[in-house]
């Protein structure tokens, strides 16, 4: 029908709301999947997340909205491949459903009034800071960006950033693309050059965004961190997303996934992150052997 509501979308069922209309591999772990989420992509503001599952027996998975259109009604997700669930979302295609995708959720990133914003990204935290740097832009703000990889086998969403960015500085840690050397050297530099920023965003590694606070605050710049911990009903029930922000347990799916990042204990976020890793890996290897036998029978 040529005037289909999103509302006569919703009427028809799952099949209608969670397609896959793209994919795309950004690097050999990282992938870009646009999904038809009408709802969702007209309430969706940068700094959001939504919570997915790929099948009926699948685990509930949070993802920040990478990017989305609200006129073509899709949402963008980019994920890293790490555990099973993501290893399962990544044979998906084009053309495939999703079983369930929920939101948005979590409290938007606050950009109003800033007019001169250095937007710090790290790895696929890539994929969270560019909706950022991008409404930034749209609202007329000064954007500086600086986004770094391990190396250039690893870069993502490069011509993105550049499109929305007044200046960038891409690092890698080899040197093999940009400039050598961390996000950190690349801030520095910026702000002694004489940069004033009334505020830098900052979404990466734990310990990349540990770092970054800390060159931030010896400058006296208020830093805000996106914090996604283990999340699992994305309503606060559960606890399993529990922060401690300025000595207050914070939880990240409804308090966040924003704050200030003078006021995070990243030493405790890291020492409960790293908990989870082994069932990860787990995850990932069951996930990777199931589809080895189906490919093989």
Known sequence: ???????????????????????????????????????????????QFIILRVDEEGERMPLT????????????????????TTEKLNHLMEGDYIQDFVGPLGVPTHVEGLKKVAVVGG????AIAFPIAKKLHEMGAEV???VGFRNKDLVILEEDFAAVSDKMMMMTDDG????????TNALKELIDAGNQY???IVIGPLIMMKFVCAVTKEYGIKTTVSMNPIMIDGTGMCGGCRLTVGGETKFACVDGPDFDGHLVDFDEAMERGS??????RH???????????ASEA
């Open 65 to 84: 909205i990478a990017d989305y259109d609200r006129e073509a009604g899709w949402v963008r997700i980019i994920f890293q491949i790490v555990g099973g």
């Open 198 to 200: 009334d505020e830098v």
């Open 1 to 47: 029908m040529l005037n289909e509501t999103i509302e006569d979308k919703v009427m028809k069922g799952n099949e209608n709301m969670y397609k896959i209309l793209r994919r795309k591999e950004l690097n050999p772990t990282v992938t870009l999947l646009d999904i038809e989420a009408p709802l969702i992509a007209k309430k969706a503001e940068p700094g």
């Open 144 to 146: 500086h960006s600086v």
């Open 283 to 293: 995850a990932h290897d069951e996930a990777c052997n199931l589809f080895k036998k």
């Open 176 to 183: 093999s693309h940009g400039q050598k050397g961390l996000v």
């Open 123 to 126: 790895g696929v935290g890539c």
């Open 275 to 280: 908990m989870y890793k082994p069932f990860e």
